[in-house]
């Protein structure tokens, strides 16, 4: 199963794109990544997910590299609201259609005023 | 689209009694949901793993006879902490993913429990 590593926090100023990188040098040709963010006391809020191209959505934009061992999720214009713990997760494949994901401690992203 | 609800929000219970939390798909079917457990500053962690019709798969150090879990339906499953304690004080949030391979979770908005 491969693994990620990501920076305990960062900063960011409101407005400004916050850049969230991630490392998953292990990981396998059938694995995709995932971002996810948890806001204190909610349920993490799916953000973003790619396999090798670079994605973009309402949310975000990530960045993988070409080789695949790392990857960057974008917030374009960061608010406030943005302020949360990141988590980029290596979905593992387990048996038939199942999937589980499993979550590292993350990056909090702190966005200032 | 994908929606997943908890019941409740948050629960206080007393030492030794069993409390039941509701994890449901709104808007679409899920074969499988997953139970997670999270405790102050500290990462999810996965408990089990429910499948609807057949018995949950639990993570290794989960205690299946406390917390039971049951799906039966494609929008319902269940997890019941038995006999609580106040150790199992915890942030208890549920995953399903829509689609055939579920491919993207999404998460309930978690239960938080408190055992006195």
């Known amino acids: 199963d491969a693994k990620t590593t990501q920076p305990t926090s960062m900063d960011c100023a409101e407005g400004r794109a916050a850049n969230l990188p991630c490392n998953h040098s292990?990981?396998?040709?059938?694995?995709?990544v995932y971002w996810y963010r948890q806001i204190h006391s909610q349920g993490p809020q799916y953000i973003i997910h790619?396999?090798?191209n670079n994605e973009t959505n309402e949310m975000a934009s990530l960045i993988i590299t070409e080789d695949r061992k790392s990857s960057t999720l974008i917030l374009p214009h960061a608010t406030l609201r943005d302020t949360a713990v990141y988590y980029c997760?290596?979905?593992?494949?387990?048996?038939?259609?199942?999937?589980?994901?499993?979550f590292g401690k993350g990056t909090l992203l702190t966005v200032n005023p | 689209g994908a929606v997943v609800s908890q019941h409740p929000s948050w629960v206080i219970c007393k030492s030794g009694t069993s409390v039941k939390i509701e994890c449901r798909s709104l808007?679409?079917?899920?074969?499988?949901m997953f139970w997670y457990r999270q405790f102050p500053k500290q990462s999810l962690m996965l408990m089990a793993t429910?499948?609807?019709?057949?018995?949950?798969?639990?993570e290794q150090g989960v205690e299946k006879d406390k917390f039971l879990i049951n799906h039966a339906s494609l929008t319902l499953s269940t997890l019941t902490v038995t006999s609580a304690h106040p150790e199992d004080s915890s942030f208890y949030i549920c995953?399903?993913?829509?689609?055939?391979?579920?491919?993207?979770?999404?998460f309930g908005p978690g239960t938080r429990l408190l055992v006195l």
């Open positions: 292990t990981i396998s040709g059938n694995e995709y």
């Open positions: 790619g396999l090798k």
């Open positions: 995953s399903a993913g829509p689609g055939r391979n579920q491919e993207t979770q999404y």
């Open positions: 429910s499948n609807e019709g057949s018995k949950a798969t639990y």
């Open positions: 808007d679409f079917q899920a074969t499988t």
């Open positions: 997760i290596v979905r593992i494949r387990r048996g038939g259609s199942n999937y589980k994901l499993t």
